[in-house]
């Protein structure tokens, strides 16, 4: 199963959970609109399940707790640098940095550090489509071809019905991580997804599938619609408002910031700084916004205030809602009395085993970034933690015990050891012949010239094989990267793949069957046959 790219971990929190244990647009409204005053304490909307009770100072007691919970999993896990922030009745009650940028430079970490936020960038990327619903004059359930013409998938009914929301919630039938290894190979945004109509489709409606690029398709037609490219929209939409000045959806903006992470990955058991640092502006609205603690924490009060800042409404409750609540189960119960996990708009939307509704994402590079946030609305409390290593759990095991003691007053579950083996268990090589001993007579391979020439492919453009020596070498992609080619039997050769989204120790099959070649790594969705030109 693949991992290292922004946001399969984005359900993790979802799918631990559920192992343990139609939208509409709010009346008109803009940045100037006066918020009515809160409700009388201890007031509740008639469907509002209470959960267990949370005494009072229990709130406060979780929020001293947190140095304690932070320096333990820093000492444990060896990560180089964290940053957490804690928001409770509308202000920020704790903020701090832990560790340091970078192991290389020895620069302190601080709430105002900037760190890639991987997939949390999707619900702040739902908060910027709906902060412009009421004025842009679309909605969740605008189909998506109506605001960018040239977009388009397998299905022409999918084309012409497939929604803002659909993509949002992952249930347009694009398979999962649709076009990722497009961006591994260097394609941009436009080319991903243009591409995305190539693929096979499942049910639509009727099927959840993590995607990097749906989201990002509804995101830019958004953009596309309102006369601005999406890093614009977002930052006028609800950075600026939110005084989130250190915050971006421009990878070029984090890398000018004085005060930035770099990712680290392990090597031999200790963190390096990652000799290839994580550019995710391809699939910006989906893992590319960059931020700081303190940044977040001004996006989270928000979102717990209904849309509200500064005593102003920023999003119409009602369109934020619809963000915030279930769309799509994406972990079904395993049993009859588990709880089953769904997803909102660019939310995770579960129950917790205290009987209170819980908003969350994750994110990680394996490049070097692992994030998570988790807000509980009904005690108007939520935490942000970012790291700047590879994914190990570490941020959701905070956040996880920080909900523990909010909710409960100690910490329930051994989160750090569930997600720690949740993480190995995806953090995988893929491909048939991993952990296999190569052939020790293997058939030879015929005459490197009878494998070389260029094999086309309308999916990932073309493959060019050439011969050096006793030696091939593939090359793919848009940057023309160059893979060599290693023996393995008879006419099968193998590779490995680059990019975020191949771990360490990944294989590749490439077999070669007269003017066919197939690159297994590239197969997931029956697209990985190249062909050869006759003649």
Not at 247 to 255: L, M
Not at 381 to 403: K, S
Not at 430 to 446: D, E, I, K, N, Y
Not at 503 to 532: M, W
Request: aromatic content about 8%; overall charge negative; charged content about 15%.
């Amino acid at each position: 199963m693949r991992i290292g790219r922004s946001g399969v971990v984005g359900i993790l929190g979802v799918g631990v959970a559920a192992a343990l244990v139609a939208c509409s647009s709010g009346p008109p409204a803009s940045e100037s609109t006066t918020v009515p005053g809160p409700p009388s304490a201890g007031a509740q909307p008639p469907d509002a399940v209470p959960g267990v009770a949370i005494p009072a100072g229990r709130i406060d007691s979780a929020v001293t707790d947190v140095d304690g919970l932070a320096r333990d999993l820093m000492r444990t896990s060896h990560i180089p640098g964290m940053a957490i922030a804690v928001v409770h009745d509308g202000k920020i009650v704790y903020a701090k940095g832990f560790g340091v940028r970078s192991v290389d430079t020895r620069q302190p970490v601080d709430a105002d550090t900037v760190f890639p936020l991987a997939s949390l960038s999707k619900p702040i990327a739902a908060t910027v489509v709906a902060a412009r619903m009421a004025t842009g004059g679309f909605t969740w359930a605008t189909p998506v071809h109506t605001l960018m013409p040239s977009f388009a998938l397998a299905d022409p009914y999918v084309t012409e019905h497939v929604t803002v929301g659909d993509l949002f919630a992952h249930r347009s039938g694009l398979p999962d991580h649709a076009g990722d290894l497009l961006e591994d190979l260097g394609y941009d945004r436009a080319a991903v997804l243009s591409r995305l109509r190539q693929l096979p489709l499942n049910p639509f409606r009727d099927s959840y599938a993590y995607t990097n690029f749906g989201l990002t398709a509804a995101a830019e037609a958004v953009a596309e619609h309102l006369g601005t490219d999406w890093a614009t929209l977002a930052r006028q939409a609800v950075f600026g408002p939110l005084g989130m000045t250190s915050t971006s959806s421009r990878y070029a903006d984090f890398t000018a910031r004085p005060d930035r992470t770099v990712g680290h990955v392990l090597v031999g058991g200790v963190y390096r700084v990652s000799p290839q640092q994580r550019d995710p502006d391809a699939q910006s609205p989906a893992g590319g916004v960059s931020s700081s603690a303190t940044d977040v924490a001004k996006w989270m009060e928000m979102v717990l205030a209904g849309g509200s800042a500064g005593g102003r409404l920023l999003i119409p409750p009602d369109d934020l809602l619809a963000a915030t609540s279930p769309q799509s189960m994406s972990a079904p119960p395993s049993t009859a009395e588990a709880r089953g996990g769904f997803y909102g708009f660019g939310f995770n939307v579960t129950s917790s085993a205290a009987g209170r509704v819980v908003l969350s994402h994750s994110g990680a590079f394996s490049l070097g970034a692992a994030t998570a946030f988790t807000l509980i609305p009904s005690a108007d409390v939520g935490i942000v933690t970012l790291t700047n290593a590879a994914p190990i759990g570490v941020p959701e095991t905070l956040d996880a015990e920080f909900a523990d003691l909010v909710q409960f007053g100690a910490v329930q579950q051994d989160w750090k050891m569930l997600y720690r083996n949740v993480f190995a268990k995806m953090d995988q090589p893929s491909g048939m012949l991993v952990g296999v001993t190569a052939p020790a007579h293997p058939a030879p391979a015929g005459p490197l010239s009878t494998y070389t020439g260029r094999y086309d492919n309308a999916y990932y453009g073309p493959a060019t094989v050439t011969a050096s020596g006793d030696s091939l070498t593939l090359r793919l992609g848009p940057k023309n990267m160059a893979f060599p080619l290693r023996h393995w039997d008879g006419d099968t050769f193998v590779f490995t793949p680059p990019g975020e989204n191949a771990e360490a120790g990944t294989i590749s099959k490439a077999t070669f069957d007269g003017d066919r070649l197939v690159l297994e790594y590239y197969d997931g969705d029956h697209l990985g046959t190249f062909t050869r030109p006759a003649g």
